[in-house]
């Protein structure tokens, strides 16, 4: 254990209660650990943690595949919201009190985080707190990469691979929401049933449709404006198969591996970009200017009732690794949330 910091404000516990990853491995490597709470720095808030979202990076990171950037907490947990405890030196926009929501580069299975405190947001109104932790990741991801970089425009058609995950129902929602046409990819008819109730325009079943023939036959072959893709491997050509002429894919995980062979002369003829991102490891001002644009953009839409977070189940802290079973398990619509 490191040494106890000499900062901690007065009323707080010395320790906290964390789930930490002693040794990469399956679900069971994940163990409550004692350490002691950080401290707020310059420009940081401190979190009383409510709840935590989990997400498919903390799967891969408990793996040993994902390590946190340097500077970042060791600990898994890239979303919190709860209840701001402690400022540091220059951090003026919350007050002790408020319940605030924040993208955190690590630290989140915890029961105290701090987190700059430009990536931090209020909660929504009309939300709770565990549907507030739901937002972080997935929303930050979304904006970032299907608006920003690749420029999603209303009147587009859209494709979302994955349509059930967090990515899947936050970008179904946010392309409905900014007048795009919705297409997404789900593995089973439930799933399909969910994504249309969700506001999916077309959603196929990839176990008893092939997407590249249904999309060419519902767009009459003229093909996907945008594409957001989770699962990499064969999945790059046939991204490229429905593209329309000048279409953009963004790229932001490689699930089924990475592609060893694609047809250049597709994208070529075609004009296509494909880009990609990753989020964690990016600066701090570059997840400030995200966190702005949501507030602006999102945040209205949130609190009026036009978009919520798709809620899949909710564990307590101590049981994250049944939450991992249950994202590993891809059954779940949504997210995964626990609670502290």
């Known amino acids: 254990m490191s040494a106890i910091p000499s900062s901690i404000p007065p009323g707080l516990p010395q320790e906290m209660t964390v789930m930490a990853i002693p040794v990469p491995g399956g679900p069971d490597v994940l163990a409550p650990e004692k350490r002691h709470l950080p401290v707020a720095q310059k420009g940081e808030i401190l979190i009383k943690v409510e709840a935590a979202g989990v997400n498919r990076p903390d799967v891969m990171q408990r793996m040993g595949l994902y390590p946190a950037p340097k500077g970042a907490s060791d600990l898994p947990g890239l979303e919190v919201a709860g209840t701001v405890v402690d400022r540091g030196p220059g951090a003026e926009r919350f007050n002790i009190g408020d319940q605030v929501t924040a993208l955190v580069a690590g630290g989140g299975y915890a029961e105290y985080c701090k987190v700059d405190e430009r990536h931090a947001l209020p909660v929504p109104s009309g939300l709770s707190i ?23 425009k209303a009147g587009e058609r859209f494709l979302v691979h994955g349509g059930t995950s967090g990515i899947g129902t936050t970008a179904i929602q946010l392309a409905k929401a900014f007048g795009a046409e919705v297409f997404t990819t789900v593995g089973s008819e439930d799933k399909r049933q969910a994504v249309l109730k969700l506001g999916a325009d077309h959603a196929i079943n ?8 249904e999309i060419g036959r519902i767009t009459g072959g003229a093909g996907i404006h945008v594409t957001l893709d989770m699962v990499g491997g064969d999945y790059v050509e046939k991204n490229w198969q429905v593209a329309a002429i000048e279409g953009r894919i963004c790229q932001i995980a490689n699930l089924n591996g990475v592609a060893m062979e694609v047809n250049f002369n597709r994208l070529m003829m075609k004009r296509l970009i494909h880009t990609g991102s990753t989020l964690r490891p990016r600066d701090n001002d570059f997840k400030a200017a995200i966190a702005a644009a949501l507030e602006a953009h999102v945040w209205p839409l949130i609190a009026n009732g036009t978009i919520r977070p798709v809620m899949d189940s909710t564990f307590p802290l101590e049981r994250a690794a049944d939450a ?12 995964i949330v626990l609670t502290v």
């Open 130 to 152: 565990v549907e507030a932790a739901a937002l972080p990741e997935t929303f930050f991801t979304v904006w970032s990469n299907v608006f920003d970089r690749v420029g999603l």
């Open 206 to 213: 990839y176990n008893t449709q092939d997407f590249v023939e």
């Open 324 to 335: 991992h079973r249950r994202m590993e398990s891809s059954g779940h619509i949504g997210k």
